[in-house]
T-cell receptor, first 115, second 114 residues
Framework: DGGITQSPKYLFRKEGQNVTLSCEQN?????MYWYRQDPGQGLRLIYY???????QKGDIAEGYSVSREKKESFPLTVTSAQKNPTAFYLC??????????????FGEGSRLTVL | AQSVSQHNHHVILSEAASLELGCNYS??????LFWYVQYPGQHLQLLLK??????LVKGIKGFEAEFIKSKFSFNLRKPSVQWSDTAEYFC????????????FGKGTMLLVSP
């Protein structure tokens, strides 16, 4: 089955620690995205990548970092600099990066709680 | 940059009632418009989309949406809701030309009582 796999599903972290969320897709999509979902806030874009070895900041990139070394993988690191990291994180992909008119396909999400 | 406004944060309906969820966007050029749905415990999935052509688009599960350019609106409708329509609904927009990421509204939580 093609799709997007996010792990872990639930994660607890102590303040001051970095944590990396995994996102893997086997859809052969060029573009990948990270969104953050908070109650009443909708989805806000953190980072996106249109192609391997390239990525751009979204609307709320501060305190986050990403890499795109392989087409299938787009991990997100939540650093200790992120002031309010407790949230639900969604990874998505789309067929093309440039001239984007296609739909996004989403993973099931990772819920991060900072204690 | 584009923005999206969804009018209702929470909507409660009885089964068989009609549904209309409001969505307005702010962007001066051509746009692509989407409605996504997130059922409890499931991943976000596409309900319907508008790129061009007939402004009345039909999606899955009996949903439809109408693009009214003069009102910058893309309201979602369903004539008769079911309990299984309980979910959170998100409107999204991106620019119709060039590269543009999706901008989402804040979502509307729909609760349908049996």
């Amino acid at each position: 089955d093609g799709g997007i796999t996010q792990s872990p599903k639930y994660l607890f972290r102590k303040e001051g620690q970095n944590v990396t969320l995994s996102c893997e897709q086997n859809l052969n999509h060029d573009a990948m995205y990270w969104y953050r979902q908070d109650p009443g806030q909708g989805l806000r874009l953190i980072y996106y990548s249109q192609i391997v070895n390239d990525f751009q900041k979204g609307d709320i990139a501060e305190g986050y970092s990403v890499s795109r070394e392989k087409k299938e993988s787009f991990p997100l690191t939540v650093t200790s600099a992120q002031k309010n990291p407790t949230a639900f994180y969604l990874c998505a992909s789309s067929i093309r990066g440039g001239g984007h008119t296609g739909e996004l396909f989403f993973g099931e999400g990772s819920r991060l709680t900072v204690l | 940059a584009q923005s999206v406004s969804q009018h209702n944060h929470h909507v409660i309906l009885s089964e068989a009632a009609s549904l209309e969820l409001g969505c307005n966007y702010s962007y001066g050029g051509t746009v692509n418009l989407f409605w996504y749905v997130q059922y409890p415990g499931q991943h976000l999935q596409l309900l319907l989309k508008y790129f061009s052509g007939d402004p009345l688009v039909k999606g899955i599960k009996g949903f439809e949406a109408e693009f009214i350019k003069s009102k910058f609106s893309f309201n979602l409708r369903k004539p008769s809701v079911q309990w299984s329509d309980t979910a959170e609904y998100f409107c999204a927009v991106n620019a119709g030309s060039g590269y543009s990421t999706l901008t989402f509204g804040k979502g509307t939580m729909l609760l349908v009582s049996p």
